[in-house]
């Protein structure tokens, strides 16, 4: 029997369902998304077999099966995604990740921020079962993955009683976000110098092009990281530039001035960040940036 994910109000505020918010998105006006949506999105959380590259010993168990447990929990998916692959038959199988989310009075918040639990997980063996600790703010359209001193991550291998172990490992990442939502009101209250806030975007900088020798990697100045796009993030303290640096960083849409391999100059654009993995990693390596600067500033 097909379980249908119970709506929690209009779609009022919600654009897509890869995890892309509207700017006058509102908390209250989020939902669930029903099957037949993330069917569509991200066709491998349906999987009910493993790719034919795994072994006898691989136990693949459906994402679905896991989503309608933590919906009785009392969480649901508000966002998914599925990662890219050109191998053919593997795109009912490959990496996807969904963001989970409480859509009752029990849902932790502060100001436009609230806690997420973030699902990755895939049948090709590309990926266990992972769950993370996220924080969610409508006004910069991602989630911050937080990594946190007491725990970064619960994984779950295909073995065992894999639908209690998430819903257990459910609560304790929420639990470790809940704690890091008080961040957005201590951050908010350190204010950076000019020289805080380049280094903070020259960190930044290494940690979005780390690897990359291309010409973006070149044309890209790091202070254009710390552009806002939006008037209410132009306060320079850690908040802000945290929010900041980290929108522009994934979401892409930085313009610099670069040459090419006949020294002429190019105009360069970032793109986006789609792979789902370097994704996350980015977000967690961010906010243990933002989180030492914090502890740096708060010791002085």
């Known amino acids: 029997m097909t379980f249908n994910f119970r709506p929690h109000d209009t779609n009022r505020g919600f654009n897509d369902i890869n995890g892309t918010y509207s700017p006058n998105a509102r908390f209250s006006t989020a939902r669930a998304l029903t099957e037949d949506e993330m069917r ?7 999987a009910t077999e493993a790719h034919e590259s795994r072994s006898e010993r691989f136990r693949p168990i459906p994402t679905i099966e896991i989503l309608r447990g933590l919906a009785n929990e009392g969480f649901f998916p508000v966002a998914v995604r599925q990662a890219v692959t050109r191998e053919p038959g593997k795109a009912d199988f490959t990496k996807h990740l969904i963001r989970l989310r409480r859509l009752d009075d029990k849902r932790p918040s502060v100001g436009d921020t609230t806690v997420e639990a973030l699902l990755k ?9 992972c769950l993370m600790a996220g924080l969610f703010r409508v006004a ?3 989630s911050l993955v937080v990594k946190t001193a007491t725990i970064d991550e619960v994984k779950v291998g295909h073995v ?3 639908q ?3 819903i257990e490992g459910t609560y304790r990442v929420l639990t470790e976000a809940e704690k890091a939502l008080v961040a957005p009101d201590q951050w908010s209250r350190i204010n950076l110098v000019g020289e805080e806030r380049k280094a903070f975007a020259k960190a930044a900088h290494v940690l979005r092009f780390e690897d990359q020798d291309g010409l973006a990697a070149q044309a890209i100045d790091p202070e254009t990281l710390l552009i806002p796009r939006r008037a209410v993030d132009t306060n ?3 908040w802000n530039v945290f929010n900041v640096v980290q929108e522009n960083a994934i979401k892409g849409g930085v313009v610099g001035i670069g040459r090419d391999a006949n020294n002429r100059e190019r105009r360069v654009t970032t793109r986006a960040i789609k792979g789902i993995d370097q994704d996350v990693r980015l977000n967690k390596a961010l906010w243990v940036l933002a989180e030492e600067m914090a502890k740096i500033r708060q010791a002085a």
Do not use: M
Request: charged share 20%.
């Open 40 to 46: 569509k999105a991200a066709p491998s959380i349906f």
């Open 121 to 129: 997980n895939a049948n090709d063996g590309t990926a266990r079962y």
């Open 140 to 142: 910069c359209d991602n």
């Open 160 to 162: 065992g009683n894999v």
């Open 164 to 166: 209690d172990k998430v």
């Open 236 to 238: 320079p303290n850690l």
